[in-house]
């Protein structure tokens, strides 16, 4: 119990050798001596709390933040010391919000509990006591044998045994972890191969040395030990990976739970906090120091008071012994915490529930956005994190991929180069470039077969063809060489949906091209061999040693040797096979780059002018080439080929030393091109980006010049651009002179906007010892394109672009698994629900489905997000200094004795009742201008840029305005009330509690009807919480006082507030102090509107109809109208009531601005008229 216990505290990890040893079955040795290893099960624990730590934790969690600490602070002093308020009065508000956080909190890790316990409960099949045992997945035990079937997911990290396939080989998905959507092929060790029962494998006794848990997906050494055998990643079925095209498998499984790789690699993703937030933090800070600053003061002037012998101890207020005889600094400090909790409420407490309520609330409107909706693939915008909301608003860089992201990932097959001969594929049919003359009659008979076996038109053949019989001949095997190069170097596999009726092989010969199913690692392979296919040369199908395809309808078998895997070092992949004929090949297939230098024979210059010909049109290049291989040279090839695959140290390294030495003296059979044709308003999109102010940066794993073609094709880079170049830098000392060179192009070049290309080499180096030198280049450049990158070289961009002195929000797009690095560092992460799986939409902040949607998402929902929260901050800074203030100034005529200006019941329940809901609703629904305005006006992105909102200038604004309320709040009413005067019907003059209801009177109806002058879209929601939150002010307070409440100790406010409303000198003072606070409040708004006016605030000056010739402005009035006609109309608008006369707000699907768009948040048209 005591080791359980370290355990789940982190004190003694279960492990502590390096390797661990698994017996199958869990057939342990019977001669006693053997003590079994202690592993966890198999379940999987997603969840943050259970239900024995949820409130210590929770608890934990919450008052680490500033706030909720602080207020848990004045609540023990409360109940500590004699204090002028209840600690009900700090003790329930801060009871209210822990509540509500720890109901919000526990609801979503309750949807965790439920999201686990779904799948620990998961049905499985086990081989126990020699038959199929159905249990749970979490009862999975490590040395358990396991039967998965067909499309199910592996509940644990398996070692292949058996399937139904004699060669014991199974196919996997493995989307769910990488985000590759191609099929892998695992395979079992012939030992246990055969064991396709569960008979045969309940007699299986074997032993498995394998080491600890490890998070890499893709590195792994095991040991039979009984046989003995090396084990690669070959035979490891990862947990969350899915089981294709096998009827079923039989695996062990050595890691469980959360050991296993899925479980390591849960990456807890760093909080990211957003621009607003740690603005909320520093007037936090502020509003503390003004906070203790009253507390010393009012502590400072009431002792100097206490001077004076009259005032120190007055003949109504007697000490008593214990008072005296105490420590001055005792009572010093006392009386300052007493202050302290007089005035506490100047911090807002319920500010981060409004937030957090406001933000879980406000994403939402993201996921029910129609405009955001996907069609096509039925997919809506997704909200992963809501603590970001407000910071779609303040994107300064976009960072974004360009396949799949900017691009459909569609890839159709356009061009090839054959033997230095450009060809194109025309509505089904090979076309050379150039003329097309008569082709010979010998080439239109191979042709004319290859279109009856495909449905296709003969291949046009130009005239340098027809040069002999030997030459066409040599044409027709230069055609079909290059084409089973296609079709046989991939990993593309073949779905066994259509072929299960007719065979257990994997070659049905009499299946027609068009039935295949094609599965690929990427959609670039998928696409050149469908085109294969179409040209004639069919690739039917493959097993672990045999790989078939149809040329003119004669089926051919090539026994596959090796396949030399493709990796990012070397960029490319190859395979050696043995044709039909005998003859060892291997076929090759990469990048240009890392192909042209391996070749010594073929048309190397003719086909690499075709391949930069080719990336300028925007296409996706690849080189194939061959070898022949004789008898001698290929046992030697094979030999230190095995040797390298079963070396069990720094096996990486030897196979990439013997795939070097492999794939050498080439001879270049051609080229590739395929399209990946931009998504659908990627230009315009990018456009606005830029029109709002915002930096775009490309980065993308592609070449140089495919890169560049596809930026000037989506208008990231324009013709006018001046384009600046950073690629192939061999040092530091030439990448340092490079930058010098373009930063004095950039400042002595008359060229507005410039652009720059940097490849990856050149990135690194420039990283590595001139960081700012690069960042000045950058910073001066419209638009940057990154090429050649690896993806944690994203990241470092984006890290590098983060911490410089600007410190910009930054947004990064991606939509593959090697996106998911920058998506996380990047202040917004924004997934592409696209075809490289989902781990870049289910890492992100937010996914939607296409790139066009990033416009909407940032200049309408960020847009009204940083309105709102901004304002919402704001707002309670206000409305709190609006209601301490009198409080601080009241100590002043009652000689600093703490008495509280306020009945603790109003204290308790005014951040939480009176005022919440208005600011709440605002926050939630604010449209400050329309949703299209917005759209189709990128340039008022600016206007809030910066965090522009929630500047020093802004808040002092507030904070300031706050004081002046507050200052006319008590001395109007204290000078309305005066001295000696009777207000009251019957001769009665008010008390200290009529005068500080009335002062919150007339604050709780200011600050009420300030929030509706700065809501400028009104629903009948808002009227409702605005309107009826001063109702219940009314109702609650006639009604409190109105009774004898017999749980109450005093009842300072009985008839108080019923004897104050019958007074019309009150009702005369609440309206005159509430026009005065808020009169000038307007005035100030109209004259900063028409003399300084933003563009937003030109833009809802727009929102009229076609027919208005002109604008709400004091610019511009009819003929004979006056000047303050307009003033009167324009301060009409603002307090909202805006005139039907003069502004429409109507919507038809045939307005030209916006005939497609179908957002919920759509409201009318806006039609710009000018003056």
């Known amino acids: 119990m005591w080791r359980w216990i370290r355990q789940q505290l982190g004190f003694d990890p279960p492990h502590q050798s390096d390797t661990r040893t698994i017996y199958v079955a869990n057939r342990f040795p019977q001669n006693g001596l053997y003590t079994p290893q202690k592993f966890i099960d198999n379940r999987i624990i997603s969840s943050k709390y259970t239900v024995w730590n949820f409130v210590p934790k929770n608890l934990f969690e919450q008052f680490r933040r500033v706030a909720n600490f602080y207020f848990l602070i004045i609540f023990l002093v409360q109940l500590m010391i004699d204090t002028p308020t209840s600690p009900i009065t700090s003790g329930l508000p801060l009871f209210f919000v822990i509540t509500v956080t720890a109901i919000k909190q526990g609801y979503e890790d309750w949807l965790r509990h439920n999201s686990d316990n779904e799948v620990n409960g998961a049905p499985v099949y086990v081989v126990r006591s020699g038959g199929l045992v159905k249990t749970r997945s979490k009862n999975i035990r490590v040395g358990d044998i396991v039967r998965i079937a067909k499309d199910e997911i592996f509940p644990a990290d398996l070692v292949l045994l058996s399937s139904d396939r004699l060669d014991g080989s199974c196919h996997v998905t493995t989307a769910s972890l990488d985000g590759e959507t191609n099929l892998k092929t695992h395979l079992a060790v012939p030992e246990t191969a055969l064991l396709q029962t569960v008979a045969n494998l309940d007699t299986l006794v074997a032993v498995i ?25 070959e035979s490891l079925l990862l947990r969350g990976a899915r089981l294709k095209n096998t009827k079923e498998i039989f695996g062990v499984a050595i890691y469980t739970g959360m050991e296993t790789k899925m479980a390591l690699n849960y990456k807890s993703k760093s909080q990211k906090r957003s621009a607003v937030e740690k603005s909320m933090n520093t007037f936090l800070i502020i509003y503390l120091v003004i906070l ?10 009431k002792y100097t008071w206490q001077t004076e012998e009259k005032w120190d101890e007055p003949w109504y207020n007697q000490k008593t012994e214990h008072q005296r005889n105490s420590s001055k600094i005792l009572r010093f400090i006392s009386d300052f915490l007493a202050f302290l909790v007089l005035y506490n409420f100047i911090i807002p407490i319920s500010l981060y529930v409004t937030v957090e309520m406001q933000k879980f609330l406000g994403s939402f409107f993201i996921g029910w956005d129609l405009d955001l909706y996907h069609e096509e693939s039925d997919q809506k915008a997704q909200v992963n994190t809501s603590d970001l909301n407000e910071e779609l608003g303040q994107v300064e860089y976009v960072f974004t991929d360009k396949t799949g992201t900017l691009t459909e990932n569609e890839m159709q097959f356009r061009e090839c180069s054959i033997n230095g001969m450009k060809y194109q594929e025309i509505n089904g049919r090979l076309v050379p470039e150039g003329p097309t003359p008569d082709s010979s009659e010998g080439n239109l008979s191979y042709l004319s077969s290859l279109s009856h076996l495909n449905n296709l038109s003969h291949l046009t053949t130009s005239s340098s063809f027809r040069t002999s019989p030997e030459n066409e001949t040599e044409l027709i095997k230069e055609h079909d060489l290059f084409f089973k190069a296609v079709s046989l170097c991939h990993t593309v596999q073949i779905s066994n949906v259509q072929t299960d009726c007719i065979g257990d092989g994997p070659w049905q010969s009499n299946l027609a091209p068009s039935q295949l199913e094609y599965y690929a690692s990427s959609p670039d392979e998928k696409a050149l061999v469908e085109a294969a296919a179409r040209i004639g040369i069919v690739f039917i199908g493959n097993s672990e040693e045999t790989m078939e395809v149809k040329t003119l309808g004669k089926l051919e078998r090539y026994k596959l040797l090796h396949i030399l895997e493709f990796d990012s070092d070397r960029r490319r992949m190859s395979v050696i096979v043995q044709a039909p004929s005998g003859e060892k090949l291997l076929f090759a297939k990469g990048a240009e780059s890392s192909i042209l230098p391996k070749c010594v024979g073929g048309e190397i210059e003719k086909t690499r002018i075709h391949v930069d010909e080719f990336a300028l049109k925007g296409l996706r290049t690849l080189c194939i080439a061959y070898r022949k291989f004789t008898s001698k040279e290929y046992e030697e090839i094979d030999k230190r080929i095995f040797e390298a695959r079963t070396a069990l140290q720094q096996r990486e390294e030897k196979l990439a030393d013997v795939f070097q030495f492999i794939e050498k003296d080439l001879i270049l059979l051609g080229a590739t091109a395929v399209e990946d044709r931009l998504q659908d308003k990627v230009r315009e999109t990018i456009e606005a980006l830029r029109m709002a102010g915002i930096k775009v940066w490309v980065l993308t794993g592609d070449k140089h010049e495919t890169a560049v073609s596809v930026s000037l094709s989506c208008g990231h880079f324009h013709r006018t651009m001046n384009i600046l170049e950073l690629i192939n830098q061999k040092s530091d000392s030439e990448c340092a002179e490079q930058l010098r060179q373009l930063a004095r192009r950039i400042t ?11 490849d990856g080499t050149s990135l690194s180096l420039a990283l590595r010892e001139h960081e700012k030198l690069f960042m000045e280049v950058c910073r001066n450049c419209s638009a940057v394109l990154c090429c050649r990158m690896a993806p944690l070289q994203k990241a470092k961009v984006i890290r590098l672009i983060k911490i410089s002195p600007e410190k910009p929000i930054t947004l990064a797009v991606g939509d593959g698994a090697n996106d998911v690095s920058m998506i996380q560092e990047a202040h917004v992460g924004i997934g592409i629900m696209g ?15 296409r790139f066009k949607f990033l416009s909407k998402l940032l200049f309408v929902h960020g847009h009204f997000y940083y309105i709102r929260i901004a304002t919402l901050v704001q707002y309670f800074f206000y409305k709190n200094v609006c209601f301490i203030t009198p409080q601080f100034l ?3 005529y009652c000689l600093f004795s703490q008495q509280t200006l306020y009945d603790s019941v109003y204290l308790t329940l005014y951040n939480i009742c009176f005022t919440s809901l208005p600011i709440l609703i605002y926050s939630l629904l604010e449209q400050h201008v329309d949703p299209h305005v917005l759209q189709n006006k990128p340039t008022l992105y600016r206007d809030i840029s910066k965090n522009r909102l929630l500047s020093i200038k802004t808040f002092l604004y507030w904070t300031i305005l706050g004081f002046s309320h507050a200052f006319i709040f008590f001395f109007g009413s204290y000078l309305l009330i005066g001295k000696d005067t009777s207000l009251l019907g ?35 929601i808002n009227h409702l919480v605005t309107w009826g939150s001063i109702i219940f002010y009314f109702v609650f307070s006639l009604f409190y006082g109105g009774i004898l409440w017999p749980f109450l100790g005093s009842q300072n406010m009985y008839f108080v507030f019923i004897q104050l409303l019958s007074s019309g000198s009150a009702w005369f003072a609440i309206i005159l ?57 324009m301060l009409e608008r603002v307090i909202g009531r805006c005139s039907p006369t003069h502004i429409s707000r109507s919507w038809s699907a045939s307005d030209p601005f916006y005939t497609n768009d179908r957002s919920i948040l759509t409201l009318s048209t806006m039609d710009s008229s000018t003056c």
């Open 835 to 849: 075809k490289e799986g989902r781990q870049a939409a289910r890492n992100s902040d937010y996914a939607i489905a």
């Open 209 to 233: 040395e394998c080491q600890q848990p490890e998070a890499d997906l893709y590195s792994a050494l095991w040991l039979f030990s009984f046989f003995p055998r090396p084990l690669g990643p």
């Open 748 to 758: 002595e070049d008359h060229v507005i906007q410039h652009g720059l290309v940097v």
């Open 890 to 892: 009241y100590q002043f």
């Open 986 to 1020: 019957n001769g009665q003059m008010f008390g200290n509690w009529t005068f500080g209801t009335l002062v919150f009177t007339v604050m709780v109806i200011t600050v009420t009807v300030k929030m509706a002058l700065e809501t400028h879209f009104w629903t009948w």
């Open 1073 to 1129: 102090m509430v026009v005065t606070c808020l009169f000038l409040d307007i005035i100030k708004k109209v004259f900063d509107r028409h003399l300084y006016p933003t563009s937003t605030e030109k833009a809802q000056l727009t929102e009229t109809n076609a027919g208005i010739k002109c604008l709400d402005s004091m610019c511009c009035f009819p003929e004979g109208e006056a000047a303050c006609t307009s003033v009167g109309r």
């Open 292 to 301: 203790i600053s009253e507390a010393v003061i009012s502590t400072i002037l």
